[in-house]
């Protein structure tokens, strides 16, 4: 009876199992669903759970820009907002395409790339401002600019616009028929929290305004490193100027004058001084005179004997046939420690178009002199200390 009960017990068990085998259960794990395409405007499946990734109305199609922008565009809309908010521009440089992504703040570099990602270098941005100095002729060099994208989530912290201190001024005149007047602007950013805003350039009748501008981070809670920061622009004034007109450029508290066809006095720098800081006269490293047609500019390699010295401009006066010529340096008055540095700076001083063939005129640039005889022949230079 044992025997019966046990053998029927062992039938059971076999039967159970090939039930188990045949349903594939034995052995095995059960195989999970796969999650079906989202419709549009449900709510995604829960199982991977993946954070969005916030998607910029502006970002361009794939299939637009390179695989590495494009996952570089999405990189950075993972992230958090920038100040000011991140883009990217399309230039054409030196006869290819690359591509600039500006800076943000604080003292980040703004980078461009090249058509395979490579990094070509850094313009600006950084501590200084200026970049790394492997790009200095970008912003006259790059053309055809157009934005491929900007982050338009608009959460970065609120920002104000305030007036730009301006550390130098100087006047260029290019070398172009009608001719073409340019300034050249090197402004402070206060802290890390400024940035570089832009300007705005007004004509005024006989007074050219430059409202050179920095964007500051509103919220006076967030902490900014005290690190002067500089930026060097190139402000574009045109040629609309009437001939023999002197004129009268007001960048911040600084000034210089220039009458249309170069026919002088001209005056540059020596605005209104900060308390603690006098004028004194720059050495003079090297001098050259050149000529652009009847257009003659004297070329100034000048010294600055200390980190205390800043160029400060220039200044043109005379008549007949003696031209006198100060170049300028800004140097505190007070007890001031100074790195024992020389440097050197070079200044292009415009002496105009109204000199007489055949006469010898004299030049004396703070103690040192030149001489040449007018027209527009060759020049008979003697340089004298």
Known sequence: MRRTVLLTTLAMLASLMLVLVACGVAGTSPT???????????TPP?????????????????TALPSWLTDMIQGLESQEVTNP???????????????YQPPVCCDVFGTVYD?????????????????????????????????LWEDPRGDAP???RVDAPIDELDLIILESFPVQYRLRVVSGLRNSCESFG????????????????????????IACA??????????????????????????????????????????????????GYKLVLAPIESLSLNTSGDEYNLAVTYGLPSGCHT????????????????????????????????????????????????????????????SFVGGIGPLTLQGER
Do not use: W
């Open 32 to 42: 999970p669903p796969k999650p079906t395409s989202p419709v549009a405007g449900s």
């Open 46 to 62: 829960t199982f991977p759970a993946p954070t969005p990734t916030p998607v910029a109305t502006q970002t361009p199609s794939p």
């Open 85 to 99: 908010p991140s883009s990217i521009v399309r230039y054409d440089y030196e006869g290819r395409v690359v591509y």
């Open 115 to 147: 058509a395979d990602g490579n990094i070509l270098g850094h313009p600006d941005g950084g501590i200084t401002g200026q970049g790394d100095f492997r790009l200095p002729d970008f912003f006259d060099k790059a053309q055809n600019p157009r934005l």
């Open 158 to 160: 609120d920002t104000i």
């Open 198 to 221: 832009g300007f705005d350039v007004t004509l005024d009748g006989t007074t050219v305004l430059v409202d050179l501008y920095n964007f500051r981070i509103g919220d006076t809670s």
């Open 226 to 275: 005290e690190i002067y920061g500089m930026v060097e622009t190139n402000v574009d004034l045109g040629s609309d100027f009437d001939a023999g007109v002197t004129y009268t450029v007001q960048v911040g508290s600084r000034s210089l004058k220039f009458r249309d066809g170069a026919t002088g006095p001209f005056e540059t720098g020596k605005g209104d001084l900060d308390d």
């Open 311 to 370: 160029f400060e401009g220039y200044s043109v006066d005379g008549e007949d046939a003696m031209l006198t010529v100060q170049i300028h340096n800004r140097v505190p008055t007070g007890d001031v420690m100074c790195t024992q540095v020389y440097g050197t700076g070079e200044v292009i001083v415009p002496l105009g178009s109204g000199f007489d063939n055949d006469v010898t005129y004299t030049l004396d640039i703070n103690g040192q002199r030149l």
